[in-house]
């Protein structure tokens, strides 16, 4: 009896343990899911910037817009793809043989991507493309090599360089023992703000991985206070059977 819970116990957290990806990455992020205004961000971002090519179809918009306390006018003025729904699953239009054709592969659903490669994976992913004028989308990334995704987030990071002969040993002068990139193009937002957003957008499509989880931290949070106010009153009614037995 006792093994087999064991055994059913470690079969339940294996899924967790695997889905954080186990490749080896350049850069470390922690999700916080409890970081609201971090989501928000995250959400706008991603569906500025990213829906285009990439569908949520698991999420509907408005599911999306409760979970994170977004304003319905807000969504459908600001947020929502030309010609989408808010009961409507994030999607676009894109036709896959069409992107497969531009691209020479088809944008991936990123509905599971937090699960299958991880917020590690994602965070470094999009910090890490360079110039490399051998690809057709002039850039390639560190953690998918020869990638077909354009750097879309340019306008915002800048180019950067790669200096492949310095990997990971030095420090390249930029501070810690990461890969050597230097930025040859500034984009809007300066280093730090870009590693905000990209931090930003791995937390929303954590979210957005398993967005049942935000419901349980808030129920979790409900059970805690009425176990809490449930222990209070059997200690008050104790001492008060027990007055009479002194
Ligand atoms: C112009 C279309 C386009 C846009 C816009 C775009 N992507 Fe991509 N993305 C792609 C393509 C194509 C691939 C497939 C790349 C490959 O496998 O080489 C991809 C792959 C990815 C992957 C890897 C998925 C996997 O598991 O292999 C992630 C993560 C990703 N994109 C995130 C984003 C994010 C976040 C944004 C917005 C900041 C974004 N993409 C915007 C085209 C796009």
């Given at each position: 009896m006792m093994r087999r819970l064991v055994a059913i116990l470690l079969v339940a957290a294996m899924p967790a343990a695997w889905g954080a990806g186990g490749e080896q990455v350049p850069f470390e992020f922690d999700p916080n899911l409890g970081n609201q205004a971090s989501l928000q961000r995250g959400a706008k971002l991603f569906l500025n910037n990213c829906a285009g090519c990439h569908s949520l179809q698991y999420l509907r918009y408005n599911r999306?817009?409760?979970?994170?306390?977004i304003p319905e006018e807000i969504l459908e003025d600001k947020l929502m793809l030309a010609g989408g729904?808010?009961?409507?699953?994030?999607?676009?239009?894109?036709?896959k043989a069409k992107a497969e054709e531009w691209f020479g592969k088809a944008p991936p659903d990123l509905s599971l991507v937090a699960r299958?490669?991880?917020?590690d994976w994602i965070y470094s992913f999009l910090l890490t493309f360079y110039l490399?004028?051998?690809?057709?989308?002039g850039v390639n990334n560190l953690v998918l090599p020869n990638t077909a995704m354009p750097h879309v987030l340019a306008p915002l990071q800048g180019y950067q360089h790669y200096n492949a002969d310095h990997g990971e040993e030095t420090s390249g002068g930029h501070g810690g023992g990461g890969p050597d990139f230097e930025l040859v193009r500034e984009g809007r937002l300066s280093e730090a703000e870009y590693r905000r957003a990209v931090a930003d957008i791995t937390n929303f499509l954590t979210y957005a991985g398993e967005p049942a989880k935000l419901v349980r931290y808030g129920l979790g949070v409900k059970v805690i206070a009425f176990l809490l106010l449930f222990t209070a009153l059997a200690w008050l009614l104790k001492r008060e059977y027990w007055r009479d037995v002194h």
């Open positions: 999306m817009a409760k979970d994170l306390g729904e808010a009961h409507e699953h994030i999607v676009n239009s894109m036709p299958s490669r991880g917020p490399d004028d051998s690809t057709a989308t």
